[in-house]
């Protein structure tokens, strides 16, 4: 059993940057795949970013590629997402989720466990 946590949400105006946190507890996030997603009202719940146990490969969905970073903190059991050139489209409530390594890392459906997930409003 893993619990996250997320924390690091918050308003920003368009351009700006946020960092988000996701911290495990319970087991760390060795052999997990771990994803971020969001969900903005009246939407489905969409992939975001995600990293892959084992090969530490990256994935980032095209509409944040090259403004948003994944890393991981293993000392910390911490995965954080580093979000740079916020846009208005990007406001939404960001979850970060863990996986069993395997395939189906853009789905969400893919994903057992879930933090409560934090707000991201950015302003015109």
């Known amino acids: 059993q893993v619990q996250l946590v997320e924390s690091g949400g918050g308003l920003v105006q368009a351009g700006g940057s946020l960092r988000l946190s996701c911290a495990a507890s319970?087991?760390?996030?060795?052999?997990?795949?771990v994803g971020w997603f969001r969900q903005a009202p009246g939407k489905e719940r969409e992939f975001v970013a995600a990293i892959r146990w084992g090969t530490g490969n990256l994935y980032y969905a095209d509409s944040v590629k090259g403004r948003f970073t994944f890393s991981m903190d293993n000392a910390k059991n911490t995965v954080y997402l580093q979000m740079n050139s916020l846009e208005p489209e990007d406001t939404a409530v960001y979850f970060c989720a863990a996986k069993t390594s395997g395939i189906g890392y853009r789905r969400p459906s893919s994903y057992m466990y879930w933090g409560q997930g934090t707000q991201v409003t950015v302003s015109s």
């Open positions: 319970g087991r760390t996030f060795s052999s997990y795949d």
